[in-house]
């Protein structure tokens, strides 16, 4: 933890700080420093003195002893007491010397040290500039504030403490100094590094993480691996932390998802994430909108239509169907906005926002119309707001007639800007200093795939300057013949965008292409997948014994099929989350095929058609796991199970009577035993927005398992074409749509759901003609295998579906009917919100059967 000073805002919650260290400690240490050379300064040269003044009092004893040495040769009993009193002050100055040479050189060394140790501490900088991100969104700091240590050390990187209601303001207590080493003293020094891995292990301040499993305001977090520069040793206690509680401005977990990096601060009750490693974003102001509608069918047409209500809410005789107000009413929007805990609700507002929208910074929401999912392939599944099926209203009596394109743009519940053409795609920009609305348009309903790209001026509080006019960047044509499936979606700068569109001509796409858009180079289109490339090999193995006549009588065929798929992707669209271009894909597994099909047979010998036979089937498929919906950020949006399975056996027998004659006559019996199961690739999708990691898909599933007889004279009019079949066991066929939300399921919806068991006839054609593959040799064959592309982009059942998230909730509402395809199926609907257990009981104090739904569900 450490101190630092705000030098300058760069904007985005990134500034430019000044690291203040601890100098007042340094310059302790130096005024030390200092009085000591100061001390030193006189002790040395007295020192030395003192070291010369008892040298020369040795020479002068040496000099001495040296004058009576003549002397002490003629009377050496009168000079050697003399002489060795001498010897003995000598041996005493000779120590001296010694201690004081020492002591010299000690107050030397001294100096020496502390003349290095003031350079060193001279050299030590009261601060450092450098570049570090707010934890948080505040973009107005000054003065002192508190720095985050990562690892609690120096050195690995700081972040300033979050600045959400004053908080980043320097506090003594909590961040502490950094102080340098060199104004430790050596046990300091030596101390601090023996204790500083425990210290950073059990008594820890600040990491990095990954958080995930975001509920609320709560998340896990993975820690980044930690190392002590001291001794290198682990100081993570561990890596992995459940039920962490997030505090982060007035929106806690409302500002993250799943895999943003985190800045963890732990407290005496545990870790605690308190903002980002960098690039902090606001909390928005980002609301749900929606109209309550009730779904009902009207019999036998089974014509669909909703029951809007909205104002008044009230009259002179009291409240109108409280709290949701008058059928057919007008201005029924709600606007729930998330803060603090619980949703601020107001309602009775116009609609004044679109269904497609555009989400930039701080939350800046814009919207125009057009399908509820981010993608719907008009060419090969029709206009929604076209006549769909049998006896069904164009209009469609509410749902989907306003999917269409217009011309207008909304932003805060209002219009911001009515271009001169239908609106595909629209977002805000900076050029220079000057900010404009930018927008795709044309005069298509739903197709996007050619257009202009325009712009009008909008002022700082992103409203339309007072001369704005509609400015015309360039146009662009597709000539090779594509259909949009998506609109143009923008990055979050509003300088680039992308749409998805596929080749024309087929109901199911054999061609799909990202086509990208820049401001500054126009438009470009790439083929990213063709169902012609090869995905896996199929092998057939024939085997046929033939008998030497031109017509053989008796045939016998053995047909095994192997097939090999690799796991491969389907692209379904494009999307711009943020400033990266996401691709959303179906991920089929790879999977193998094994099919054995044998059969042994007579021909008639007067008529080339098979007179008896008994054949046998069994088909297995082993896949690598479901079939998923996938983002190329490794999100599962959405999944199904992929199985196959089936098995077959049967004997036919067809007797004639021996005239000779070309027409034959005589009886058919046929009996066949047959077991089939599949939860396959074929799904629709529904419903999708990969921002909010949303999806609804529409699967099949289908399980048989029966017996079939007939028995029937031959008719020389008519042949074998009408017999009676017997049929005996069951067989379950069942629809669903399922609606997923952060790669969960949160509903299944029964779209239909068939079963039977028991006996039944039927009436049918017979066709006795010789199966294909016989009268030729026995081969083996190998094919390269495209893709079968069996998904629809899009449902015509599809009235609502949309899931989407605000301020950290979820909400979803999605509307299902398919009325052409059998009386059995069933008209489906379904609506969640976050903070409400069931929200059309608890909030709308409505009962969900009776079709009350969450309609237009969006975001402004």
């Excluded at 990055?491 to 992308?498: M, N």
């Excluded at 438009?523 to 014994?545: A, C, P």
């Excluded at 028991?758 to 295998?785: H, K, M, R, W």
């Excluded at 599809?798 to 052409?820: D, F």
Aim: aromatic fraction near 10%; hydrophobic fraction near 35%.
């Amino acid at each position: 933890m450490s101190r630092g000073e705000i030098v300058a805002s760069e904007g985005a919650g990134l500034y430019r700080v000044r690291l203040k260290y601890a100098v007042e400690r340094v310059k302790a240490e130096l005024e030390r420093v200092n009085k000591r050379i100061a001390e030193l300064a006189v002790l040395i040269p007295e020192k030395k003195l003192e070291v010369l003044q008892t040298e020369g009092k040795a020479d002068d004893l040496r000099r001495d002893i040296d004058l009576l040495i003549d002397d002490y040769r003629q009377a050496p009993d009168q000079f050697a007491g003399q002489i060795g009193d001498l010897q003995v002050e000598l041996a005493k100055q000779t120590a001296a010397i010694g201690r004081l040479r020492y002591q010299r050189d000690v107050l030397i060394a001294e100096n020496l040290s502390l003349l290095k140790r003031r350079n060193l501490l001279e050299a030590v900088p009261e601060s450092k500039t450098l570049d570090a991100w707010c934890a948080d969104f505040t973009e107005e700091l000054s003065g002192d504030v508190g720095l985050a240590d990562l690892n609690d050390e120096g050195g690995r990187g700081v972040i300033i403490q979050p600045g959400f209601s004053g908080e980043a303001g320097y506090d003594a207590s909590r961040d502490g100094s950094l102080f340098p080493d060199i104004a430790q003293s050596a046990p300091q020094l030596y101390f601090n590094l023996a204790i500083l891995p425990g210290v950073q292990k059990w008594r820890p301040g600040y990491r990095l993480g990954t958080i995930s499993d975001l509920t609320g305001d709560a998340c896990t977090v993975t820690l980044d691996d930690a190392f002590s520069s001291a001794q290198q040793l682990n100081i993570n206690q561990q890596a992995v932390y459940q039920s962490v509680p997030i505090q982060y401005m007035d929106c806690n977990g409302a500002a993250f998802e799943d895999g943003d990096r985190v800045l963890v601060r732990f407290t005496e009750s545990g870790p605690l994430v308190i903002g980002f490693e960098k690039e902090p974003v606001p909390c928005s102001d980002i609301s749900f909108v929606f109209w309550v509608s009730r779904y009902q069918v009207v019999m036998p047409d089974k014509v669909s239509f909703a029951i809007v209500h909205g104002q008044p809410y009230e009259t002179e005789l009291g409240e109108i169907n409280p709290p949701i107000g008058a059928e057919d009413g007008y201005d029924g929007v709600w606007k729930l906005n998330y803060k603090a805990g619980s949703y601020n609700i107001e309602k009775g507002l116009p609609q004044r926002y679109g269904y497609r929208n555009w989400i930039g910074d701080k939350g800046v929401v814009l919207s125009w119309a057009g399908p509820p999912t981010r993608m719907y392939d008009v060419h090969g599944v029709g206009e929604p707001d076209t006549k769909d099926y049998p006896n069904q209203p164009g209009d469609f009596a509410h749902w989907r007639k306003d999917w269409m394109a217009g011309p207008e743009v909304f932003m805060r519940g209002e219009v911001l800007w009515v271009f001169s053409d239908n609106v595909h795609g629209a977002a805000v920009y900076t050029e220079g200093d000057q900010r404009y609305l930018v927008a795709v348009v044309n005069a298509e309903k739903y197709l996007a795939e050619s257009g202009s790209v325009v712009r009008v001026a909008l002022d700082e509080q992103l409203r339309p300057i007072p001369e704005a006019q509609e400015e015309e960047l360039f146009t662009f044509y597709n000539s090779t013949q594509l259909a949009s499936t998506t609109d143009w979606y923008f990055s979050r700068d509003g300088k680039e965008a992308v749409c998805t569109a596929r080749n024309r001509g087929n109901l199911l796409p054999e061609q799909i292409y990202r086509m990208r858009l820049n401001l500054s180079t126009g438009v470009s289109y790439l083929k990213m997948w063709d169902k012609n490339d090869t995905i896996g090999t199929t092998t057939l193995d024939y085997t046929n014994i033939l008998s030497d006549d031109i017509v053989p009588e008796v045939i016998e065929r053995r047909v095994v099929t192997n097939r090999s798929i690799s796991e491969n992707k389907r692209p379904i669209y494009y999307e711009y989350i943020g400033e990266e271009v996401v691709e959303v894909s179906q991920k089929i597994p790879a999977y193998s095929l094994y099919r054995d099909n044998h059969l042994v047979g007579r021909l008639n010998t007067n008529f080339p058609r098979l007179s008896e036979g008994v054949s046998s089937f069994s088909e297995t498929v082993t896949s690598g796991g479901p079939t998923q919906i996938v983002t190329s950020e490794g999100k599962v949006l959405a999944e199904a199970p992929f199985t196959w399975s089936a098995s077959s056996d049967s004997t036919t027998q067809l007797q004639f009577s021996d005239d000779g004659q070309a027409t034959p006559s005589g009886t058919l019996s046929e009996s066949i035993n047959e077991a089939f199961s599949s939860t396959d690739n074929e799904l629709k999708i529904v419903s999708i927005d990969a921002r909010f990691n949303f999806c609804a898909i529409w699967c099949h599933y289908f399980t048989s398992e029966y017996t079939t007889s007939a028995d029937d004279p031959y008719d020389t009019q008519d042949g074998f074409n009408e017999w009676v079949v017997s049929f005996s066991g069951s067989n379950s066929d069942s629809e669903e749509v399922n609606i997923f939300m952060d790669g969960v399921k949160q509903k299944t919806l029964q779209v239909q759901g068939d079963s039977f068991s028991g006996n039944n006839t039927y009436t049918q054609t017979a066709s006795l003609s010789i199966p294909q593959g016989f009268g030729v040799d026995s081969f083996t064959s190998t094919n390269s295998l495209g893709d079968t592309v069996n998904t629809e982009y899009g449902a015509r059942g599809l009235l609502w579906g949309a899931g989407v998230k605000a301020n950290g909730q979820k909400a979803l509402s999605l509307v299902y009917y398919e009325p052409e395809l059998a009386n059995d199926r069933s008209p489906v609907w379904y609506s969640q919100m976050d903070g409400y257990p069931d929200v059309i009981s608890n909030l709308l104090e409505q009962d969900f059967a009776e079709g009350f739904v969450l309609d237009r569900l969006s975001i402004q």
